[in-house]
T-cell receptor, first 117, second 113 residues
Framework: GQQVMQIPQYQHVQEGEDFTTYCNSS?????IQWYKQRPGGHPVFLIQ?????EVKKQKRLTFQFGEAKKNSSLHITATQTTDVGTYFC?????????????????FGQGTILTVHP | SAVISQKPSRDICQRGTSLTIQCQVD?????MFWYRQQPGQSLTLIAT?????????ESGFVIDKFPISRPNLTFSTLTVSNMSPEDSSIYLC??????????FGPGTRLTVL
């Protein structure tokens, strides 16, 4: 089945430093989603990337989808203590792959971000 | 956006028993899923809950262990049957109300002794 590798597993930064997490797939993805899960919480949808080479920004967060649609990254500029949590990428099944795969998400292992004040 | 509630929020159960988890959405959604997140791990899809027909299970998950009901477009249940300590996880309901977004419920934290 589809696999998505995410690195690093852990990242410790000082407040104000930048942070990046990467996702890679051996197969071309139809799209990729990013989620944030605070400690003790549930995954919260951040964004979906669909187009090759797409770049989207949300305040200090920048999301990129690779040209080959096999990799993606999430970059946080000038981290704050509120950014603490686990960031997951998730590849979504394509509607073209058959009705039963649409909407199904294959999650990366997640990157646990800690921010030291 | 879709607001999802789950019951119970947490439970501690004895091995060999069963627990039914409820998922309620505040709007009608076609696509509804059940995920499991084992301690310190990522999320794994258990099944797609289909309204009016049997759920579609992922590899490694079977109906006898995780029976699912989906009586309408706003509600679903997941039962964890004949539980063992290995079933201790967070179980999350998820919906996809639109093409470009997906939401997760708050989760049910299950501990099996």
């Amino acid at each position: 089945g589809q696999q998505v590798m995410q690195i690093p597993q852990y990242q410790h930064v000082q407040e104000g430093e930048d942070f990046t997490t990467y996702c890679n797939s051996s197969t071309t993805l139809s799209n990729i989603q990013w989620y944030k899960q605070r400690p003790g919480g549930h995954p919260v949808f951040l964004i979906q990337l669909v187009k090759s080479g797409e770049v989207k920004k949300q305040k200090r967060l920048t999301f990129q989808f690779g040209e080959a649609k096999k990799n993606s990254s999430l970059h946080i500029t000038a981290t704050q203590t509120t950014d603490v949590g686990t960031y997951f990428c998730a590849a979504q099944g394509s509607a073209n792959a058959g009705g039963t795969s649409y909407g199904k998400l294959t999650f990366g292992q997640g990157t646990i971000l800690t921010v030291h004040p | 956006s879709a607001v999802i509630s789950q019951k119970p929020s947490r439970d501690i159960c004895q091995r060999g028993t069963s627990l039914t988890i409820q998922c309620q959405v505040d709007s009608q959604v076609t696509m509804m899923f059940w995920y499991r997140q084992q301690p310190g791990q990522s999320l794994t899809l258990i099944a797609t809950a289909n309204q009016g027909s049997e759920a579609t299970y992922e590899s490694g998950f079977v109906i006898d262990k995780f029976p699912i009901s989906r009586p309408n477009l706003t509600f679903s249940t997941l039962t964890v049957s004949n539980m063992s300590p290995e079933d201790s996880s967070i179980y999350l309901c998820s919906v996809k109300p639109r093409e470009d977004t997906q939401y997760f419920g708050p989760g049910t934290r299950l501990t099996v002794l």
